[in-house]
């Protein structure tokens, strides 16, 4: 089956520690996002990426780091620095190539204590 | 920029009733605009989406139609069903690969 994976589904850490949440698609897209959910917000764009190896920030970067070094897969870390890191996180693709629709992974629900 | 707003929630329905959640934007240019359902604990899914003015969106009984001339883009379905309780999001693309999102309204519709 095609889609978006992440792992895992629920995330505890310790304030302080660093965290990589997991994104990989096997739908052959070119671009890749991550979002924040908290909630009565909506969604917000943290990183994004239109082809390997580049990504640009989106509206709330800080505290936050990504790489794209395969097509397939879009990790996300979530630093230190980042000082509010509790929330629902969703990574998301599309084909890229000016093409409208994004498609949603099932997000991962980090806690930090 | 770019901005979504949607009507705020919970919006609280018996089944079988008509829903209307609205939504509007403010765009540069001529955007595309989304429907997005969240179901508890999930990603969100596709809904519906329209390109252009006069468009339809249309799927699983909801529709909403793009409207220029109000900058609106209202979700409505004839008969909800229980399995319609989720959070729908309004969304627009407008130039970019970016989507720009309301903040969601949560809908409860009870047996």
């Known amino acids: 089956d095609g889609g978006i994976t992440q792992s895992p589904k629920y995330l505890f850490r310790k304030e302080g520690q660093n965290v990589t949440l997991s994104c990989e698609q096997n739908?052959?897209?070119?671009?890749m996002y991550w979002y924040r959910q908290d909630p009565g917000q909506g969604l917000r764009l943290i990183y994004y990426?239109?082809?390997?190896?580049?990504?640009q920030k989106g509206d709330i970067a800080e505290g936050y780091s990504v790489s794209r070094e395969k097509k397939e897969s879009f990790p996300l870390t979530v630093t230190s620095a980042q000082k509010n890191p509790t929330a629902f996180y969703l990574c998301?693709?599309?084909?890229?190539?000016?093409?409208?629709?994004?498609?949603f992974g099932p997000g991962t629900r980090l806690t930090v204590l | 920029g770019d901005s979504v707003t949607q009507m705020e929630g919970p919006v609280t329905l018996s089944e079988e009733a008509f829903l209307t959640i609205n939504c509007t934007y403010t765009?540069?240019?001529?955007?595309?605009l989304f429907w997005y359902v969240q179901y508890p604990g999930e990603g969100l899914q596709l809904l519906l989406k329209a390109t252009k003015a006069d468009d339809k969106g249309s799927n699983k009984g909801f529709e909403a139609t793009y409207r220029k001339e109000t900058t609106s883009f209202h979700l409505e379905k004839g008969s909800v069903q229980v399995s319609d309780s989720a959070v729908y999001f309004c969304a627009l693309r407008a130039g970019s690969y970016q989507l720009t999102f309301g903040k969601g309204t949560k809908l409860s519709v009870i047996p």
């Open positions: 765009a540069t240019g001529y955007p595309s």
């Open positions: 990426s239109q082809i390997v190896n580049d990504f």
């Open positions: 998301a693709s599309n084909p890229g190539q000016n093409t409208d629709t994004q498609y």
């Open positions: 739908l052959n897209h070119d671009a």
